[in-house]
């Protein structure tokens, strides 16, 4: 079974510092990977897609930037933090790249920005 | 961009009764519709999902319907228990890619 895990858990940073989140996927080789982005009572926005090692595909422009270092790896950054990044980051994994994959959500990770 | 309008944003119904929401997309090329359930502080889990060969989908008391030609589909739950209040996000695959677009939400509470 398939089983998603994002790191940290959650995290409170000052205005203006760097961020990394992680997200790994273990018992799917070369699963498509998805980053995205809920405020806190709001819908979720899709951020990043990556269907291949090396490959991470922008879809909005939030001042953020995503890699997929290895296969089983994706990972959320940005150089300097504002307060609209604060809310709920999800990483989800679809078994294909098909149009109609279904998507599944990791834990998340809650982050405020102070 | 694609927009996803759900409705209603609000919905209080009594255990036992049917609860609906509705959603609406506008491209046409789109071709899978996912439901997913969102309970406070966890991450949304896909409860149903209907694709764009399919009029009517149904899982136990859930039901999806699509009409496609009024590019419109929505999420019957009937019998509603208590644990089904949660949140509830429609979505749709933007210009039939695996983006998805997500509706702003329905909060749902099922009293007793």
């Known amino acids: 079974a398939q089983t998603i895990h994002q790191w940290p858990v959650a995290e409170i940073k000052a205005v203006g510092s760097p961020l990394s989140l992680g997200c790994t996927i273990k018992g799917k080789s070369s699963p498509n990977l998805y980053w995205y982005w809920q405020a806190t009572g709001g819908t979720l926005q899709q951020l990043f897609y990556s269907i291949t090692v090396g490959q991470v595909e922008s879809v909005v422009q939030l001042n953020l930037s995503a890699s997929r270092p290895k296969d089983d790896q994706f990972i959320l950054s940005t150089e300097k933090l504002l307060l609209s990044h604060s809310g709920f980051y999800l990483c989800?994994?679809?078994?294909?790249?098909?149009?109609?994959?279904?998507?599944?959500f990791g834990p998340g990770t809650r982050l405020t920005v102070l | 961009g694609e927009q996803v309008e759900q409705l209603p944003s609000i919905l209080r119904v009594q255990e036992g009764s049917s609860a609906s929401i509705n959603c609406s997309y506008e491209d046409s090329a789109s071709n899978y519709f996912p439901w997913y359930k969102q309970e406070p502080g966890e991450n949304p889990k896909l409860i149903i999902d209907?694709?764009?060969?399919?009029e009517r989908k149904q899982i136990q008391e859930l039901i999806v319907l699509l009409d496609k030609k009024a590019k419109r589909f929505s999420l019957h739950i009937t019998d509603t228990q208590p644990g089904d209040s949660a949140m509830y996000f429609c979505?749709?695959?933007?210009?039939?890619?695996?983006?998805?677009?997500f509706g702003e939400g329905t909060k749902l509470t099922v009293s007793s």
């Open positions: 979505a749709v695959n933007q210009g039939g890619s695996a983006k998805l677009i």
């Open positions: 209907i694709r764009s060969n399919m």
């Open positions: 989800a994994w679809s078994l294909d790249w098909g149009a109609d994959a279904e998507q599944f």
